[in-house]
């Protein structure tokens, strides 16, 4: 799954231990089998078929990522080797202590976080339920709800701007505050972008959660259901006990998935107001560190490093019981 | 609420329609609502497109219109050149999707049908590195950009500032998650069929291209879509690894146009909508492929 993924930018979602069970303890065995009959240039051919993939991965996105890290602890101007000098931790220190933005970010990056699992995955989650109960025009609704998923969010930038605009916005010209003076300005005050924003990022992840909850929702066996029903459960009883709990692998996708899209959360906020006061984030410190007049590439990759490591502690645990679980199937 | 003994009797009847009980109409008008709620947004920006500046300025953008029509989008489109930025999307979009799908293939075969205990630790690298947010690498990939000399293999003479550079990059982040998503797909493929063939004294690649490959169509099906979509979307890599203005794709091109009619709210708007037009196309047509893409890999496949 953004990605979107992305996103895509979307966050992608590897399964949560998937792969029929039978079919994988039988694939254990067979690859001797396999190679036994592989002659020299199928050997090669194999060799070729991994290898060029992942050198191109391994070299852009992980070499580079831990080329970040490597960065982190020099200055460098960016022309030539030589003048690459070590300066241990003093980018860190000069981000922790001296950045009037690095804290900001850091809160609204947690912020973006709470508020997207709070409002829009519940509302999702409430959706995908009300959907499920075959109901007619069920197709069409999820359309709806579902269609901000497909439009880049550079784009949802834009059409949330027609509605927040101070002077010619639907809001404010719906509550008369577009006359000069009167102005609410929703994209640029510091106590209000935020909010602004993440209301138009809650209205496409309410949709992706919904998306993601009805493919778990088809999973649930539908004995339980009228089990739950025939002891007396009412409807939110069976949802509560008998539902819930057999959605936890949905959870924990839609939880990795959420903590990846607040770290990700850039290309919105860009469109906005290009993360002016009140809506910095850690992604967009990194890019204006890049595409900025002052480019530092040591305390850039920094303040990557930072995202990095809150990346890998959800993402490392996440993939490790993954991976077990399908191991031990 | 009377919908438990509504939910049993669909499951149990699903060719009968329940007559209509309250809570049943209550749930539609409640769903419609939202729904028209979740398209608010859009049909509030079409409408602005559709009107005139020189009406909205006037009136305001809350007031009834006097005259509706596509004026808006055809500047929009002319003015700007959009063909141009298009034909810049589909440049990098199709040899993207092509190329991803074609490496993650062949890694997802590899790891699928021979290694099983390389399987493990290659896909790990594959996942994890598609899940990190893409400003961790971005800043020494910037550099690696620069410092890449193509002369005479790409406009720029580098890496940087090329179709080619955004190529490679999306190849790159969005092989892991296809590799993944494929190699599960493979792994449900009963071996016999490979074994079979290679008793016989097929060749590793025909045992690829010819009889795993076309067994994959579905999964490759949705993957290429949920792949043109991203791909299309995306606005990031973009913005940093191209400079001239001329060259970016469209999604990211967006954020200079809105700078050209600066002062008609309404022609960003109609600019905005044509940009998603391609993408809802897509999505409107392959809807089921796009989902099923998206939670092939969330569930099982």
């Not at chain 1, 080329?67 to 980018?91: E, H, P, R, Y």
Request: hydrophobic share 50%; aromatic share 12%.
């Amino acid at each position: 799954m953004t990605t979107t993924p992305t996103e895509s930018p979307e966050a992608a979602t590897p399964p949560p231990g998937s792969g029929p069970a039978a079919k994988t303890a039988k694939a254990a065995k067979v690859p001797r089998g396999h190679r036994r009959l592989l002659t020299r240039r199928d050997r090669l051919t194999l060799g070729l078929m991994a290898g060029l993939p992942t050198i191109l991965h391994v070299a852009l996105v992980w070499v580079t990522a831990f080329a970040s890290i490597a960065l982190a602890f020099t200055t460098w101007d960016g022309i030539g080797f030589d003048s690459i000098k070590w300066v241990g931790f003093d980018n860190f220190k000069e981000l922790f202590t001296n950045n009037p933005q690095f804290w900001p970010a850091v809160e609204h990056n947690i912020i973006w976080f709470v508020a997207l699992i709070l409002i829009p995955t519940p509302l999702g989650l409430f959706l995908a339920v009300q959907l499920d109960k075959q109901i007619r025009f069920s197709r069409v609704y999820q359309t709806a709800f579902f269609l901000p998923v497909v439009m880049s969010l550079a784009v949802i930038g834009f059409v949330w701007q027609l509605i927040y605009n101070p002077d010619t916005g639907l809001i404010n010209s719906l509550i008369g505050a577009n006359e000069p003076g009167h102005y609410i300005d929703w994209i640029g005050d510091p106590d209000l972008n935020l909010w602004a924003i993440l209301i138009a990022a809650s209205w496409r992840h309410a949709g992706y959660m919904m998306i993601l909850y009805l493919a778990g929702l088809k999973g649930v066996d539908p004995s339980l259901r009228e089990a739950s029903a025939l002891d007396g459960a009412n409807e939110w009883q069976t949802f509560k006990n008998v539902i819930f709990p057999t959605l936890r692998p949905t959870n924990t996708v839609v939880l990795v998935v959420t903590i990846i899209e607040a770290l990700r959360a850039f290309d919105l906020v860009f469109v906005f107001n290009k993360g002016a006061e009140g809506t910095e984030l850690l992604s967009i410190l990194v890019t204006n560190n890049i595409i900025g007049e002052s480019s530092r590439i040591g305390y850039g990759s920094a303040i990557a490093v930072v995202l990095l490591v809150i990346s890998l502690v959800v993402i490392i645990p996440y993939l490790i019981a993954t991976f077990r679980k399908e191991r031990r199937a | 609420m009377s919908t438990t003994v509504d939910t049993t009797a669909a499951t149990a009847a699903p060719k009968e329609r329940t007559p209509l009980r309250p809570a049943r109409v209550l749930l539609h008008v409640f769903l419609a609502g939202m729904a028209l709620a979740w398209l608010g947004p859009l049909l509030w920006a079409l409408y602005a497109a559709m009107r005139p500046y020189g009406e909205t300025s006037e009136k305001g953008y809350v007031s009834w219109p006097d005259k509706l029509s596509f004026d808006n989008f055809t500047n929009a489109f002319t003015q700007s050149d959009m063909t141009h930025y298009f034909l810049n999307t589909l440049i990098v979009a199709v040899p993207a999707v092509l190329v991803t799908l074609f490496l993650s293939s062949m890694v997802a075969f590899y790891v699928s049908r021979f290694d099983f205990r390389v399987n493990i630790f290659l896909l790990l690298v594959f996942t994890a590195g598609n899940l990190l947010p893409q400003q961790v690498i971005i800043t020494p990939l910037y550099r690696l950009y620069l410092l890449i000399d193509l002369p005479g293999i790409t406009m720029s003479g580098k890496l940087y500032d090329s179709a080619l550079g955004l190529v490679l990059i999306h190849v790159a982040f969005q092989s892991g998650f296809c590799a993944f998503v494929l190699s599960n797909y493979m792994r449900s493929l009963p071996h016999e069929l490979t074994e079979a063939a290679l008793v016989d004294g097929a060749s590793v690649w025909r045992l690829y291209w010819q009889i795993v490959l076309p067994l994959c169509k579905p999964a490759m099906a949705a993957l290429g879509t949920l792949l043109s979509i991203w791909i299309y979307n995306d606005f990031f890599w973009a913005l940093v690894l191209i400079s001239t203005g001329e060259n970016m794709p469209i999604t990211s091109a967006l954020n200079n146009l809105s700078g050209q009619y600066f002062t008609d709210p309404n022609l960003v708007a109609a600019g905005a909508l044509l940009t998603a037009i391609p993408t809802l196309v897509v999505y409107f047509a392959l809807q089921r492929q796009f989902v099923s893409g998206l939670t092939l890999g969330a569930n099982k496949g």
